[in-house]
Nanobody, 128 residues
């Protein structure tokens, strides 16, 4: 059974930065694409960023492109989300999840239903 655990959230002022981390266990981490998603208050969970199994392919939601960077260190079974130039509208619970199928690259905005093994989430609050 796959387990994912997010960390690194917190309270930050607009324009600030945070780095989220997500560790995953239960399946060979290096074989699976990983994704970051978020759920803003009163809204549905939405895609933020994803990275392919090898780390060579990434994709970002338009709302975070140029500000957020997803990366992975397979030796540490960890995926990161570096968030810069944060805005109040980035306030959300951030989740990471693992792709359901191995050896997937990310060639466009992924279907959220392709991801599973959701973590408990980490709260990010950006004050204005």
């Amino acid at each position: 059974q796959v387990q994912t655990v997010e960390s690194g959230g917190g309270l930050v002022q607009a324009g600030g930065s945070l780095r989220l981390s997500c560790s995953a266990s239960g399946r060979p981490f290096s074989s699976y694409a990983m994704g970051w998603f978020r759920q803003r208050p009163g809204k549905e969970r939405e895609f933020v960023a994803a990275i392919g199994w090898s780390g060579s392919s990434t994709y970002y939601a338009d709302s975070v492109k140029g500000r957020f960077t997803i990366s992975r260190v397979n030796a540490k079974n960890t995926v990161y989300l570096q968030m810069n130039s944060l805005k109040p509208e980035d306030t959300a619970v951030y989740y990471c999840a693992q792709h359901r199928r191995a050896w997937e690259s990310i060639n466009g905005s992924p279907d959220i239903t392709d991801f599973g093994s959701w973590g408990q989430g980490t709260q990010v609050t950006v004050s204005s």
